[in-house]
Antibody, heavy 121, light 109 residues
Framework: QVQLVESGGGVFQPGRSLRLSCAASGFGFNSHAMHWVRQAPGKGLLWVALIWDDGNKKRYAASVEGRFTISRDNSKSTLSLEIDGLRAEDAAVYYC??????????????WGRGTLVTVSS | EIVLTQSPDTLSLSPGERATLSCRATESISLNYLAWFQQKPGQAPRLLVHGATRRATGIPDRFSGSGSGTDFTLTITKVEPDDFAVYYC??????????FGPGTKLNLK
């Protein structure tokens, strides 16, 4: 059974840096691309970043490029998202999402429960 | 960037009625790489349909997807109480960024 468990959310001040993590289990982690998708409170879904199965290719939404870094450790089946220079508009639930393919076709077939990032001074 | 619009914003129906949700893209979606998700309050989205017409594993056959090019539809033949939720469409494939529609809220009438 696929399980994706996010952690690292909380209340952070604007400008801070933080790291979100996702522990994956129940499937061959190194055979799937992975994504982060976020959802601001009461709003819709926004794709944030993706990483290929081997970690060699990464892509970002324009709104986060240069501030967010996606990474993975296939030996530990973990996915991470580093956020630098936190902004008010980054406040959201961040979901760890599995791609059905190795090469990030974007078919998002399994989702974690999400971790909430709140931005407050 | 492909922009997706969904209609209606809100759909109010009674159990047993038919639901028709629309998703329109600003440009043709190659290979009909269009997915539909269901999201209930406090829960993560769940994949319902991919490739415009293929039901995901475990999805009841009252959910069906149709369409091609720029116009897509999700139909729920007989809405059940468990179906009241927000529904999102999303395009995927080779054209980044992957984008979602703003959602259609299916309400109990």
């Amino acid at each position: 059974q696929v399980q994706l468990v996010e952690s690292g959310g909380g209340v952070f001040q604007p400008g801070r840096s933080l790291r979100l993590s996702c522990a994956a289990s129940g499937f061959g982690f190194n055979s799937h691309a992975m994504h982060w998708v976020r959802q601001a409170p009461g709003k819709g879904l926004l794709w944030v970043a993706l990483i290929w199965d081997d970690g060699n290719k990464k892509r970002y939404a324009a709104s986060v490029e240069g501030r967010f870094t996606i990474s993975r450790d296939n030996s530990k089946s973990t996915l991470s998202l580093e956020i630098d220079g936190l902004r008010a508009e980054d406040a959201a639930v961040y979901y760890c999402v599995r791609d059905k393919s190795r090469t990030a076709a974007g078919l998002l077939d399994s989702w974690g429960r999400g971790t909430l990032v709140t931005v407050s001074s | 960037e492909i922009v997706l619009t969904q209609s209606p914003d809100t759909l109010s129906l009674s159990p047993g009625e038919r639901a028709t949700l629309s998703c329109r893209a600003t440009e043709s979606i190659s290979l009909n790489y269009l997915a539909w998700f269901q999201q209930k309050p406090g829960q993560a989205p769940r994949l319902l349909v991919h490739g415009a017409t293929r039901r995901a594993t475990g999805i009841p056959d009252r959910f069906s997807g149709s369409g091609s090019g720029t116009d897509f539809t999700l139909t729920i033949t007989k809405v059940e109480p468990d179906d009241f939720a927000v529904y999102y469409c999303q395009h995927y494939g080779t054209s980044l960024p992957f984008t979602f529609g703003p959602g259609t809220k299916l309400n109990l009438k």
